[in-house]
């Protein structure tokens, strides 16, 4: 046998002997509020009376005790309490504590929390503690995934607790067992053949032979105390403290940070294992049979208790049951007397003279209060023959009266002790009013509050331990899986390499990492979710009766309490027609989804802008062909009217490439372009009229050399003089500002190239009401070039 079992049996037997009294109460206490055997005579007392001479006498249990048990179990089954993480650092995040939050919830759903809760303040109640048990899981072996789990022990004398604990969560335990019994079978199939089946605890060390006898393996945590070394360091201008293994991790991942100093102190490393009394087991299939680190600063075994108190620097705790033990046990006495009392009085109506019986009379009157007779035998003389008087029937030394008055002392001493009267259960009473019956039931809870007081006190010990176990478990990205209020069932990203943010928004979903910043539990208590919801629904419902014109805004919220099929549909078409406020707070901006009728209004407001823009694009185009059109007419006067046309042209181009450059499709930019080379090709020149020969300065046509010599021309009427300076500049200037309209009009031409080439989307338009594709829109994509915006 190894040092560590000789070690840890000689601290199991020397805790056995601390808790050796409490151990034998709780045992007492067990087998008194057994709520299927409850034994609640003394031994002596109840040895008497079934070997009383005269016959065995009723040794009756009318067990009270069970119902005020029950009724304190009862109050957290009507108001479970409920883990929930608090950011207490700057560190830490609000959503990332609502992330975890959703995650306790789900360790609880998935732990079945709520009953072992119950459990274990029903043990509290009976015989003063109960415990609440918090282990690793896996949720995937061959990934070596694992989250904490709860659970609890319905026997406390398989749990062998550290009896110099004295803290209400056991928070500061160092030491604690936890007894499992193995039949042989069930030993070697979970730990093979060459396991030895000596049980934990056994001084003789012994093996168990016996096939009824059962094997206690022990589950044992322990705290150990090691040496560690902090580095106080500087990052981001916070001085911050790190462990070695911190630092190295920092020093890997490249993150800067100043060493300003370091200093040693001794830490507190809970051990966990399991070991029968010959060597160690292993906790699992594919785990090693030593001790590993159990992933929290606290041995798993929180406990549970009732009515606590301490003597002599040590803790000591009962429960309901040892409270009521005397007048539980007066109240069986005299209701098992009035019991006897009415079925084995005599009944014997007659008396007889035992000359006419000729037998023996003794036994008769033995038995005369346990056997029913017709009569009873006397003798009717003496010696000497006198006749003697037949004796009287008397009642017995106690009367029925006095029995009755006995046992409604004792039922009211029963409630005195533990401070709950039968109006508390549920029981008519004085009180008629509500508030009276609310003050009278406050009161019984208010007896009786230490209880779910110091179940939230271990349940937030529960919490602390879970949350330790969280980054220690979950080193690696990984998605798990969490619970809403209302029982939905979600999933967050858990990212403990995540730089040093708590939270972060991604593409994939909301991601947080619970190694930054530091957070704290609390436990709250109150109605479930369900009860919640009812009670909703009833407030609801009154509001709407007391109040009919405040039903357009609280029937939305009302149908959402509702348990009913298509209650959510029902719930949507009421805030659809709830005033215009209601359905802002309902639906507010950026949470509601779009409906039908508001996708049909931006499909509506899309058309008329469509064609507002079509309409446009018309009337740019026939202000061009108006702009052409005066340009043909106006060109004697070439001087400001061909500017004013070339200004025209020019802005009602641009207009139109404007306004058709969103929806402009190749052929149109085709017809574009073939219509100004068809114009630039017949565009005459500014310095001729219309049908106006070019081929020589004569009036007729003639050719220059076949003029007479000498001969001049003879002006034209209108016509301005060859040698005119004046005329010479403005024909200069208007052809110069010719070759600047042609210049801006292949401008225009690229761009138009261009703008045909550029890439474009596609944006289907579908039918409002059938979700059929009427027509698609081409469309320019923001990579076209800037001009062609």
């Known amino acids: 046998m190894s040092d560590q079992i000789s070690e840890a049996q000689e601290r199991y037997l020397d805790a056995i002997k601390a808790l050796r009294d409490q151990r034998q109460q709780i045992t007492e206490d067990q087998a008194f509020t057994d709520p299927a055997n409850p034994d609640q005579w003394d031994a002596i007392v109840k040895r008497q009376r079934e070997t009383d001479p005269g016959g065995a006498r009723p040794c009756l249990v009318f067990d009270q005790c069970g119902q005020y048990i029950s009724n304190v179990a009862g109050q957290i089954e009507q108001r479970p309490p409920s883990l929930h993480a608090l950011p207490v650092d700057g560190g830490a995040d609000k959503k990332a504590a609502e992330s975890l939050d959703g995650y306790y919830r789900y360790i609880e759903y998935a732990s079945r929390a709520q009953s072992h ?118 990052i981001n201008g916070d001085e911050v403290a790190l462990s070695e293994e911190d630092a190295a991790l920092k020093q890997q991942r490249g993150e800067p940070f100043d060493v300003r100093g370091a200093y040693t102190e001794r830490v507190k490393v809970v051990k966990w294992c399991r070991m029968s009394g010959a060597e160690m087991l292993s906790k699992g299939p594919g785990q090693d049979a030593d001790e590993t680190i159990y992933p929290a600063d606290a041995i798993g075994l929180v406990p549970v208790y009732g009515y606590v108190g301490w003597s002599n620097g040590r803790m000591t705790y009962c429960g309901i049951g040892r409270r009521a033990m005397h007048a539980q ?159 939905t069932m979600g999933q967050v990203t858990v990212d403990p390499e995540m730089s040093d943010q708590a939270v972060a928004e991604t593409p994939q979903g909301l991601v947080i990492n619970p190694n ?112 052409h059109q005066q340009a043909l007419e106006a060109k004697s006067n070439a001087d400001a009217r061909e500017d004013e046309v070339a200004i025209k042209a020019y802005d009602s181009l641009t207009k139109r490439l404007q306004v058709l450059g969103a929806t402009i499709t190749p052929e149109q930019v085709q017809g574009i372009v073939q219509q100004m080379l068809a114009e630039m090709v017949a565009q005459p020149s500014p310095t001729e009229e219309p049908g106006e020969a070019v081929e020589g300065p004569g009036m007729d046509g003639t050719p220059a050399h076949e003029m007479a010599e000498g001969e001049q021309p003879e002006p034209m009427e209108g016509a301005m003089p060859q040698e005119d300076p004046q005329h010479e500049a403005a024909e200069m200037q208007a052809i110069q500002q010719v070759a600047e309209g042609q210049q801006q009009l292949a401008q225009m031409l ?40």
Not at 182 to 201: H, L, N, P, T, W
Not at 405 to 413: P, S, V, Y
């Open 117 to 234: 809760y119950a459990r274990a303040l029903t043990s509290a109640a009976r015989v003063g503690v109960g415990y609440l048990i918090v282990r690793p899981s896996y949720v995937n072996r061959a990934l070596n995934w694992q989250e904490p789990r709860i659970s609890s022990e319905g026997d406390p004398m398989r749990v062998v607790f550290d009896p110099w604990s004295v803290e209400l969560d056991g928070s500061d335990a160092d030491i604690g067992w936890l007894l499992h019994p193995y039949s042989q079978r069930q030993f070697k199939a979970e730990f093979g053949d060459k396991a030895e089946m000596v049980s934990f605890g056994s001084e003789e060390r012994q093996t168990v032979r016996n096939e009824r006898e059962s094997i206690l393996v022990a589950e044992q945590w322990r705290c150990d105390y090691q040496d560690q070394k902090w580095i106080i360091a500087l």
């Open 329 to 487: 046990r007066s109240y069986n006495y005299h209701m098992s007397e009035i019991q006897a009392y009415v079925a084995t009085a005599p009944k014997a109506p007659w008396m007889i003279d035992v000359r006419a019986l000729n037998g023996q009379t003794g036994p008769i009157w033995d038995r005369a209060n346990v056997d029913t007779r017709a009569y009873l035998p006397y003798v009717g003389v003496d010696d000497n023959g006198n006749p003697i008087a037949p004796p009287q029937r008397t009642s017995p030394s106690v009367n029925l009266q006095n029995l009755m008055a006995g046992a409604e002392r004792a039922l009211q001493d029963i409630q005195a002790s533990i401070g709950m009267y039968q109006a508390n259960l549920g029981a008519p009473s004085n009180e008629t009013s509500g508030v009276a019956i609310d003050s009278r039931k406050q009161q019984g809870e208010a007896s009786t509050a230490h209880f779910p007081a110091n179940l939230a006190a271990s349940i937030s010990q529960v919490g602390k331990l879970c949350m330790q176990m969280v980054p220690r478990l979950i080193d690696t990205r990984r998605q798990i899986r969490i619970l809403g209020i209302d029982g």
């Open 516 to 627: 930054v910043g530091t957070y704290d539990v609390r436990v709250a208590v109150g109605a479930s979710f369900a009860t919640q919801r009812t009670q909703a629904q009833a407030a609801f419902t009154e509001i709407m009766r007391a109040s009919p014109n405040l039903t357009p805004a609280i029937a939305p919220l009302w149908a959402q309490t509702l348990d009913v099929p298509h209650a959510d549909k029902l719930a949507q078409v009421l805030t659809a027609v709830a005033p215009p406020e209601v359905k802002a707070v309902l639906s507010p901006e950026g949470d509601d989804k779009p409906t039908t009728s508001d996708l049909q209004a931006k499909v509506q407001q899309l058309s008329q802008a469509l064609q507002a823009a079509i309409q446009e694009a018309h009337q740019a185009q026939q202000d061009a062909d108006e702009a």
């Open 750 to 789: 690229a761009q138009l190239i261009t703008l045909e080439q550029a890439e474009r989307e596609r944006i289907p338009v579908r039918d409002a009401k059938t979700g059929d594709i009427t027509k698609v829109i081409d469309r320019l994509v923001r990579s076209a070039p800037e001009t062609m915006q």
